[in-house]
């Protein structure tokens, strides 16, 4: 595990495909788009773009690794 806090991890996976798993046990796939401090989240997914309120997510977890940024 990386050296760091949550706050990092969040700002670094916006952008990134991840995996939602919410409370109820469903599993939802998407791009994050956004995320505030409630950790309500906006996911573009297959339908659209997907607004998620946060005492509803159980983790959320990057599917893929992180984009190279070009210089």
């Known amino acids: 595990m990386t050296e760091g806090n949550s706050s990092n991890f969040f ?5 990134n495909q991840v995996l939602i798993k ?4 469903e599993e939802m796939k998407g791009v994050l788009e956004a995320l505030d401090g ?3 989240v906006a996911l573009r997914d297959d339908i659209g773009l997907v ?4 005492n509803n997510i159980l983790y959320i977890t990057r599917t893929e690794a992180p ?3 070009s210089k």
């Open 51 to 54: 607004i998620i309120r946060g």
């Open 11 to 15: 700002k670094n996976i916006i952008g």
């Open 22 to 25: 919410l409370n109820c046990g």
């Open 67 to 69: 984009a190279q940024k």
């Open 38 to 40: 409630k950790m309500n």
